[in-house]
């Protein structure tokens, strides 16, 4: 008997939020561009099929757009948002430990000696999400976040696992033997070259070699990695932050929390540094993530997490915080020994695409930026009055460029999906 | 800035709950008295607690026409749409045909299943198995503003 680690991914998930309320996208390509509609960031499988690449510039496939019938969406985040938190609702129904890793994804534990057969099991919670939302997902199981990871890409690729595989002793060695070694989370494309070099091609070479050798050619870092591979759990959450994708902050406390105001001063702290990071890298996030949780191993276990959808992407500190604060008083309940707390960022996008917009080249717009950041410390000081005088402030109807977007299906009354009956 | 809030609970309900709840009083209130009635509210209603069974698959539709007026649905309603529930017999759904949404009342008769429209100026659809046919979700409430 032992807990396993599940990680559940939702396919092409801004693509397939956009299907639910529309059928007629079901079967067709579907491309949901970035904010300015400057390009794709996420794609239908059908999408996929004609050839459109991650972060490919609009411009370079608006041919496809008549001869194919693809169907282009601008981002919908308050409805992306929405359709993740029920998500996320189901999955906390199904496991007593999930961990929210960004808008789409979150690993959750299995515990083997309850569950006679876990891919019917996690079957069971893709049929639930997919009747009650709409949503596609994808299931990996497997000792390690690590190799569920693996399990999950290999779930999503090939229909034949029906969105659902558990790597165990039987067919670990022959998947990571078709596992290119770049394709290996943590590994990067520098890595990779190098490791040819050697003759490493997959991830099954790759952990055949020595620990030292590894340590020396990988860091410490690469042999934990390794280790996961060969199914040793040895990674928290945020070591797996993938430098692209996610940007992950947390620590499990000294002595139990209690006080609202001390979870809000440990979680201000995680995203200082996070914000940090994300700048150091040149983006800026969509998504803030946060949670909080007790003991494991309490009886009264009590764990939330709480997805802000940013009205636009950011790497502000006083902006990123305050989002996060939001989310935590919303999950926060008294009377919980708090015993860990963090927080997300996620759906980056490069600082560059401020600058590719018109409008932010504009002097006055820069002035209008520098005068919001003032405003934002001033918030943080004094609290939030301002903050709506900012928000009224700066209603610019020309800042998103958004021609595509669809309706607000679940959060405003007049823009509800209509039929004609 | 404003930033969209979403919250997620298991188990709780989606949709906003009611800022104040309708208090419902234990015993009537008399006018004029300095009332010691307050004593009394119990609990406060909560419309969601009452129309929302599943605050996860639940949905809200608009509908246009008249097609479903024997129903009690009328033109401009809003319908509480259940994704969770497994259709059965007459009632009333959201389904999906050849890409378009329709809201039709399910019926079963030997091993036909028809679509049917409430108003007899509008055809019953048989469901063969040809047709690209799916359930979206069930009408658990239809809202009406007089």
Not at chain 1, 345 to 368: C, I, Y
Not at chain 2, 82 to 108: R, W
Request: hydrophobic content about 40%.
């Amino acid at each position: 008997m032992s807990e396993l680690f599940a990680l559940l991914d939702c396919n092409n998930f801004f693509a397939s939020c956009e299907r639910v309320f529309n059928p007629k996208l079901w079967g067709k390509p579907v491309v949901v561009l970035s904010n300015n509609d400057g390009c794709a960031i996420a794609r239908s499988n059908e999408a996929k099929a004609l050839g459109i690449k991650m972060g490919q510039p609009f411009f370079e496939w608006q041919h496809l757009l008549r001869e194919h019938k693809v169907h282009v969406f601008s981002p919908n985040f308050p409805l992306y948002g929405d359709l993740s938190a029920r998500t996320m609702a189901i999955l906390h129904g199904w496991s007593e430990n999930v961990e929210v890793y960004s808008i789409d994804e979150a690993f959750f534990t299995l515990n083997n000696e309850f569950i006679e057969d876990l891919e019917t099991y996690c079957r069971q919670i893709r049929t639930h999400v997919k009747q009650w939302i709409g949503m596609p997902v994808s299931i990996g199981i497997a000792k390690t976040r690590t190799l569920a990871k693996v399990a999950n890409e290999l779930a999503k690729k090939h229909p034949e696992y029906r969105g659902v595989l558990e790597l165990n002793e039987h067919n670990t060695e022959e998947c990571l033997k078709k596992l290119p070694v770049g394709d290996v989370w943590g590994v990067g494309r520098r890595s990779s070259v190098k490791l040819k070099v050697y003759g490493i091609e997959t991830a099954w070479d790759l952990i055949q070699k020595s620990d030292d050798w590894i340590r020396q050619k990988l860091t410490i870092s690469g042999l934990r990695m390794v280790y996961e591979l060969r199914g040793t759990a040895c990674m928290e959450i945020e070591d797996l932050d993938d430098a692209k994708k996610h940007i992950i902050s947390s620590r499990s406390f000294g002595r139990p929390v209690r006080k609202l105001s001390e979870l809000k001063e440990a979680v201000a702290s995680y995203m200082a540094r996070a914000a940090e990071k994300l700048r150091s890298q040149h983006s800026m996030a969509n998504v803030v993530t946060v949670y909080a949780r007790s003991s494991l191993h309490t009886e009264s276990y009590f764990g939330k997490s709480h997805t802000t959808v940013l009205p636009e992407p950011t790497n502000h500190t006083p902006t990123l915080i305050k989002a996060a604060h939001i989310g935590l008083e919303k999950i926060f309940e008294p009377d919980v020994a708090y015993k860990k707390a963090g927080i997300a960022l996620s759906k980056f996008v490069p600082e560059s695409f401020h600058q590719l917009n018109l409008f932010e080249n504009d002097p006055a717009r820069q002035k209008k930026q520098k005068l919001l950041k003032l405003i934002d410390s001033i918030n943080l000081e004094n609290g939030r009055h301002c903050v709506n005088f900012a928000s009224t402030g700066f209603k610019k109807p020309w800042r998103m460029k958004q021609e595509f977007r669809s309706p607000n299906y679940t959060a405003d009354w007049q823009q509800i999906l209509k039929i004609k009956i | 800035m404003t930033l969209s809030i979403l919250t997620i609970e298991a188990g709780k309900p989606f949709a906003a709950p009611l800022k104040k709840g309708l208090p419902l009083f234990a015993s009537p209130v008399s006018a004029g008295f300095p009332s010691p009635a307050d004593d009394y509210i119990e609990r406060h209603l909560d419309l969601n607690e009452l129309l929302i069974k599943h605050p996860t698959a639940t949905f809200f539709v608009r509908v246009e026409g008249l097609s479903m007026i024997n129903a009690g649905i009328k033109n401009g309603d809003i319908l509480i749409v259940d994704k969770s529930l497994q259709p059965s017999n007459n009632n009333v759904v959201i389904a999906v045909l050849n890409g378009e949404f329709l809201v039709k009342t399910l019926h079963k008769r030997g091993n036909q299943t028809w679509l049917l429209a409430e108003n007899p100026k509008y055809q019953p659809i048989l469901i063969t198995s040809e047709t690209n046919f799916e359930i979206w979700g069930v009408v658990t409430s239809v809202i009406h503003n007089f």
